[in-house]
Nanobody, 121 residues
Framework: QVQLVESGGGLVQSGGSLRLSCAASGSIISIYAMKWYRQAPGKQRDLVAAITSDGIINYADSVKGRFAISRDNSKDTVYLQMNSLKPEDTAVYYC???????????????WGQGTQVTVSS
């Protein structure tokens, strides 16, 4: 059974910073990509940032220059450093991983439970 456990959300003032972490655990063979999505109330879930096993990174235009995604392959953990936060960054942030396990060798999507980020003006 795969688990993605997120941490690091919270309340911060506009212009502040937060660092999110997401650790994957379970019978994992290989992780192909790890991503962060966010969903604000009444809106769809959108991709924020993604990083592949080869280190290829992409960001949503709205966070370029402010957010940085990184990954520790030895710990199966992905991070999202969020700087210069704005009230419009307020959302539930979800970790996503595309990975293969001992029982499911075809790469599949897995999701964390989400962590709330609230930016006050």
């Amino acid at each position: 059974q795969v688990q993605l456990v997120e941490s690091g959300g919270g309340l911060v003032q506009s212009g502040g910073s937060l660092r999110l972490s997401c650790a994957a655990s379970g019978s994992i063979i290989s992780i192909y990509a790890m991503k962060w999505y966010r969903q604000a109330p009444g809106k769809q879930r959108d991709l924020v940032a993604a990083i592949t096993s080869d280190g290829i990174i992409n960001y949503a235009d709205s966070v370029k220059g402010r957010f940085a995604i990184s990954r520790d392959n030895s710990k199966d953990t992905v991070y999202l450093q969020m700087n210069s936060l704005k009230p419009e960054d307020t959302a539930v942030y979800y970790c996503n991983a595309v990975l293969a396990t001992v029982r499911q060798r075809v790469p599949s999507n897995y999701w964390g439970q989400g962590t709330q980020v609230t930016v006050s003006s």
